[in-house]
């Protein structure tokens, strides 16, 4: 597949996730995402999972406790890894580098144990999954471990 037509492909997914993305926007995010995945030694869809889960998609959504943009990130994991969590592709750069940290801090892990800690933990902070060995017994983290896991699995084919 060309570089052209898996932008397209991204871009596609990524107005299904938010139908009000035009399509030169959707495009935008999907090379950012293709980009920032490839630079960091992700798998893409993982990131477009990620993303959708977090905020659908929707480049200035709000948390109610705050967390910013794309991939939803606190204003000190924001500062923390020099990125403007408001700039769409700012966010997405620094979802991709601070995923990939947590990725790496569980690396002793097998796969599926590496990434579902990864997972919570960009959810729900690495001190919770420390404390608990482990997916913190939080609904909300269960459940958003599972979301991301089943679409990513979902989004490749599997």
Same mark, same amino acid.
């Given at each position: 597949?060309?570089? =052209?037509? $898996?932008?397209?492909?991204?871009?596609? !997914? /990524?107005?299904?996730?938010?139908? *009000?993305? @035009?399509?030169?926007?959707?495009?935008? /995010?999907?090379?950012?995402?293709?980009?920032?995945?490839?630079?960091?030694?992700?798998?893409?869809? $993982?990131?477009?999972?990620?993303? +959708?889960?977090? *905020? *659908? %998609?929707?480049?200035? !959504?709000? *948390?109610?406790?705050? +967390?910013?943009?794309?991939?939803? $990130?606190?204003?000190?994991?924001?500062?923390?890894?020099?990125? @403007?969590?408001?700039?769409?592709?700012?966010?997405?750069? #620094?979802?991709?580098?601070?995923?990939?940290?947590?990725?790496?801090?569980?690396?002793?892990?097998?796969?599926?144990?590496?990434?579902?800690? +990864? /997972?919570? !933990?960009?959810?729900?902070?690495? #001190?919770?999954?420390?404390?608990? #060995?482990?997916?913190?017994?939080?609904?909300?983290?269960?459940?958003?471990?599972?979301?991301?896991?089943?679409? %990513?699995?979902?989004?490749? #084919? =599997?």
């Amino acid at each position: 597949m060309t570089g =052209a037509a $898996l932008v397209l492909l991204y871009a596609c !997914a /990524l107005q299904a996730f938010n139908p *009000s993305l @035009d399509g030169v926007r959707a495009a935008g /995010l999907a090379q950012t995402t293709i980009r920032e995945a490839d630079r960091e030694g992700l798998d893409a869809r $993982l990131l477009v999972a990620l993303i +959708a889960v977090e *905020s *659908s %998609w929707h480049p200035h !959504a709000i *948390s109610p406790v705050g +967390a910013r943009g794309l991939g939803q $990130l606190m204003p000190g994991t924001a500062r923390a890894l020099g990125v @403007d969590p408001d700039d769409p592709t700012a966010n997405i750069h #620094g979802v991709a580098v601070h995923l990939r940290g947590l990725l790496a801090r569980y690396a002793a892990l097998d796969r599926t144990d590496r990434y579902r800690d +990864a /997972l919570a !933990a960009y959810n729900a902070g690495a #001190g919770a999954v420390e404390r608990y #060995g482990g997916v913190p017994p939080y609904p909300e983290t269960r459940t958003y471990v599972r979301r991301v896991m089943a679409l %990513w699995r979902r989004l490749a #084919g =599997a």
